[in-house]
């Protein structure tokens, strides 16, 4: 029988946030990870993380993974139990795990479940056809084991995760057919969304997938308008499903935790405290198997926890625990989905979410009307910065990336404003904006400022294609200057005509 202070089931981010914040206090913990790596689902995640600068934000998530993953390597209080799974907690307190294929007991005193969330399905004509992937699945395949899923896919579900691996499946060459979204409105961040419009990524809301074509594999696929009925074929040889998370509870089912079915934290959810306390005596949750949210509320969770944990183990109070706690309801300030699940918990009784303004359009297409663009271009500067940031969503890299202040919010949680007599367009808000939202004009060069993930990264002096907000051609036109950058979010200053400065937003390499 081995003992520990903390136990931890789950290797991903809110299970290493846990054991991190349970050894800053000097406690001995366990982590255990069913994988051979820690970092869950940040492993594969390649795009920037949005949020407060504070916690990781304007950061890959693959980053953020190896930050957490080296932390924990130098902290002598963590075991790490690598290729090891719980399957069990009794009532004595014992948990038992299969470590190296063979069964040991461990008894802690806390145990903190960060088990994570596994992926919906979704019922339609020939869904069993070999070519039809969950999102995570053609992740994983992509982005950890560099291995392609397919040449055409259609992306089903146009929240955050269908529209960041649609971008992510274009960045490596995959054409991407269309995303299908059965809402009136795209459901993922909109910035996500005019970024693969840039790409010529048709966005398809009101229709929903009804039947896989194919005999022994996926060779296309059949949508539907949910309104007029009117139906679409779209080949393609994958279909890759992003409709939604569900909890992974069996630990917490096992242990008898009390669960709630609450369709808006993706299903049943244990019931549990604002402190992440369960309805089990020393047993705590955090991260997504306590309800689906982002992976920086997951972190936040799961300090939360471990540091409550320890709190109640040492009687030390760390004053971080409010801290975070007042971090988590800025970043929930424009989640009414899951605000209104915490009030079922009977959590957040009384807080008020911000409303979400209708933003036509951009919230049926991605594309941002005309109006909209034209009221955010300067009026008397030469070179200014665009922000084509609409939405309320909790981010603000590009504030602290301004020398000069020409950018504040209001909050968290505000949209972006530039003081244009103070902006010197020098671009550093484009390298660190994670919706790729921003650019910069020089009506007297004559030159668009834009960021590229892509490769190859086009040469200074190279003639380039420049597509519009919807990936459509513009003109072609020189490269002036080439900015490459650590992160991958490169910097292209293009010759643009004057005719088009205000709508050039991507450009094409000429191979």
């Not at 902290?75 to 040991?104: C, H, P, Q, R, W």
């Not at 696929?221 to 992974?248: F, Y």
């Not at 979010?489 to 094409?508: C, F, P």
């Amino acid at each position: 029988m081995k003992n520990y202070d903390i136990l931890i089931i789950g290797g991903g981010p809110a299970g290493i946030s846990s054991a991190l914040a349970a050894a800053k206090l000097n406690l001995k913990v366990a982590l255990f990870e069913e994988k051979e790596i820690l970092g869950g689902q940040l492993v594969k995640q390649t795009h920037k993380f949005f949020g407060s600068k504070d916690e990781s934000a304007g950061t890959r998530g693959i980053y953020i993974a190896q930050k957490l993953i080296n932390e924990v390597n130098n902290k002598d209080k963590i075991d790490v139990f690598l290729n090891s799974m719980v399957l069990g907690y009794y009532e004595d307190g014992v948990v038992t795990a299969l470590v190296k294929e063979k069964m040991e007991k461990f008894k802690p005193k806390k145990i903190i479940i960060a088990t994570g969330a596994f992926e919906k399905s979704l019922p339609f004509e020939n869904n069993d056809l070999p070519g039809v992937f969950g999102a995570g699945a053609v992740q994983t395949l992509m982005n950890v084991y560099g291995i392609l899923p397919g040449k055409e896919i259609l992306m089903i579900g146009s929240g955050n995760i269908g529209l960041i691996v649609s971008y992510q499946l274009a960045q490596v060459g995959v054409k991407v057919k269309g995303i299908v979204e059965i809402s009136e409105k795209i459901g993922g961040y909109l910035v996500h969304a005019s970024k693969v419009r840039r790409l010529g990524i048709p966005i398809y809301t009101k229709h929903t997938i009804v039947k896989a074509l194919g005999d022994r594999k996926v060779k296309g696929a059949i949508i539907e308008n949910v309104e007029t009925k009117e139906k679409k074929e779209i080949s393609c040889d994958v279909i890759c499903l992003a409709t939604g998370l569900m909890p992974l509870s069996d630990i917490l089912n096992q242990i008898n935790c009390k669960m709630k079915y609450i369709p808006e934290l993706g299903g049943y959810v244990p019931v549990r405290d604002e402190n992440m306390k369960t309805t089990v005596e020393n047993v705590f949750v955090a991260g997504d198997s306590s309800g689906i949210e982002e992976a920086t509320a997951a972190m936040l969770e799961g300090e939360l926890a471990g540091l409550y944990a320890s709190y109640e183990i040492t009687n030390t109070f760390d004053k971080r625990i409010n801290e975070i706690k007042e971090h988590l309801k800025e970043l929930r300030k424009t989640s009414s989905k899951v605000v209104s699940g915490l009030k079922k918990l009977n959590l957040y009784k009384d807080f008020i979410v911000d409303s979400q303004k209708d933003l036509g359009k951009l919230h049926r297409t991605g594309v941002p009307e005309k109006e909209m663009i034209e009221n955010i271009i300067p009026k008397d500067s030469n070179r200014f910065a665009i922000m084509e940031c609409f939405q309320n969503i909790p981010c603000n890299p590009c504030v602290a990336s301004c020398p000069t202040n020409a950018i504040s919010m209001d909050s968290l949680n505000g949209i972006p404003k530039l003081d244009e007599k103070k902006c010197i367009g020098c671009g550093n808000c484009v390298a660190v904006c994670p919706g790729l939202a921003i650019f910069v004009v020089d009506k007297k060069k004559e030159s668009v400022l834009l960021p590229y993930e892509f490769l190859p990264v086009p040469e200074k002096g190279e003639m380039v294609e420049i597509m519009d907000r919807e990936g459509n051609f513009l003109e072609k036109n020189i490269v002036l200057n080439v900015r490459k950058m650590k992160d991958k979010t490169n910097l292209i200053e293009v010759k643009v005509s004057k005719e088009n400065i205000n709508n050039a937003r991507h450009i094409r390499v000429v191979i």
